[in-house]
């Protein structure tokens, strides 16, 4: 056999036998009997750099973050073991203070995890208590459609956050349920009276286009419009019936509306063509009504204006889109007339005149009367009483002026 190789972590003796040093002493790690020691020294050396490369690698995933606290625990203690009992030849001891040396950065790593947890947990316990409030506000609300769509992104919200301690996760769960719950009984309440309320629609609905096509084919424009505006009154006021029918009970009776007012506007056009003759003819009358403004001669216009009333009643109707014209210009003639003729009487009403002659007299007696007072007092020397008389005979002088005035205008 060769000399065996010189190793400071073991040996290889004459008889075949490696072993291994560590702290405890020497420890039989394996047999080579009748082989090279080299070859066995170099065995069991790979053994060791195969440890050392697992050291190695679970340190450097610890410090990359890689490995959960626990799960590095659990790694740390299984390549003890195998350190431990390892048949193979190195350092040993030192790959065991290298595992002994992560432990604090595995009880850093374990507290890192608890502090993140701990804030985790608190923030989702707000997201949580802001998902049942919002559920809470829905389910006080009428918003049927928007509030159940918002109620299931709250479910996947609170589905992706972190459970809370089992009493707090219980008691936000509870009211996010309840609310839940109760929004969907309250909507599917309202949709039930609400497919009630469009059933009776859709009946209403019926009938009214039976109405409505009855009259479709009416002459009594005037009349049948109106019951037309009645009936669509009764329609809006109906409601609506189900999706399903709504568009086409309105196209039935939008229909039937439509074959009135198409014949009725057809009539129009006919009568319009007809009454442009009428037109004509009051476009003259409307000419010579209209240079009797301004009026200057009130009789001589007051006699023309009824003439030219005469013949524009006889003249008859023109078309509708010319009526609101035509009669905005001939009553403008119409009051100037009227204003004048008023204003004239007014000025020669003799009941008026009457009234303004008598107060005339009334007023000169009662200054004749303060005059003798006034002589009265200054015969006394009464200066104050003077001085009060004055003001007062001042006044009606004042007043009997303004009657002259008015008398005047009736004279």
């Known amino acids: 056999m060769s000399s065996a190789p010189t190793n400071p972590w073991g040996r290889v003796d004459d008889e075949g036998n490696v072993y291994v040093k560590t702290t405890d002493g020497e420890r039989l790690i394996g047999q ?22 697992e050291v190695d690698l679970l340190e450097k995933r610890l410090e990359g973050g890689a490995l959960s606290p626990d799960d590095a625990a659990k790694a740390v203690t299984k390549v003890r073991a195998q350190i431990v009992d390892a048949q193979a030849l190195g ?6 203070k290298r595992l002994d040396a992560l432990q604090p950065a595995i ?17 989702a316990q707000t997201e949580k208590t802001r998902i049942a409030d919002e559920a809470e506000k829905i389910a006080a609300g009428s918003d049927w ?41 309250r909507r599917k309440t309202h949709f039930g009276e609400q497919s009630t309320l469009r059933e009776a629609a859709k009946t209403i609905k019926e009938k ?28 809006k006021k109906a409601g609506s019936a189900p999706r399903n029918v709504e568009d086409k009970l309105w196209k039935r009776f939008r229909a039937a509306q439509d074959a009135f007012f198409t014949a009725r506007d057809e009539a129009n056009a006919k ?15 409307l000419a010579e009504a209209e240079k009797l403004l301004p009026i200057k001669d009130i009789d001589a216009s007051r006699k023309a204006w009824l003439d030219i009333a005469d013949r524009w009643e006889a003249a008859g109707k023109v078309p509708r889109a010319k009526i609101g014209e035509f009669e905005a210009r001939i009553r403008k003639v119409e009051q100037a007339v009227r204003d004048a003729t008023e204003s004239k009487w007014k000025k020669t009403d003799p009941e ?5 002659d008598d107060m005339i007299s009334k007023l000169q007696r009662a200054i004749d009367e303060v005059g003798e007072k006034i002589a009265a007092a200054e015969a006394k020397g009464d200066k104050k009483r003077v001085k009060d008389l004055e003001a007062e005979k001042a006044s009606k002088e004042a007043f009997l002026d303004m009657a002259k005035k008015a008398q005047a205008d009736f004279s």
């Open 208 to 235: 009214l286009i039976v109405e409505a096509e009855a009259l479709s084919t009416s002459t009594e424009w005037g009349v049948t419009a109106g019951k037309y505006r009645d009936l669509m009154a009764e329609w």
């Open 91 to 96: 350092d040993l001891d030192s790959l065991l």
């Open 271 to 285: 009568l319009d063509a007809e009454y442009e003759v009428n037109a004509e003819k009051k476009l003259e009358i």
């Open 107 to 123: 009880d850093k790593q374990r507290e890192q995890r608890k502090v993140e947890r701990a804030a985790k947990v608190a923030e």
């Open 145 to 185: 459609k928007a509030g159940a769509d918002k109620l299931r992104a709250l479910l996947d919200e609170w589905k992706a956050l972190p459970r809370l301690s089992k009493s707090a996760d219980d008691e936000l769960w509870h009211r996010f349920s309840t609310a839940r719950t109760a929004y969907t009984r």
């Open 352 to 356: 008026k005149s009457a009234r303004a």
């Open 32 to 53: 080579w009997p009748g082989g090279d020691p080299a070859e066995a020294m170099s065995l069991y050396v790979r053994r060791y750099e195969g440890l050392e490369v």
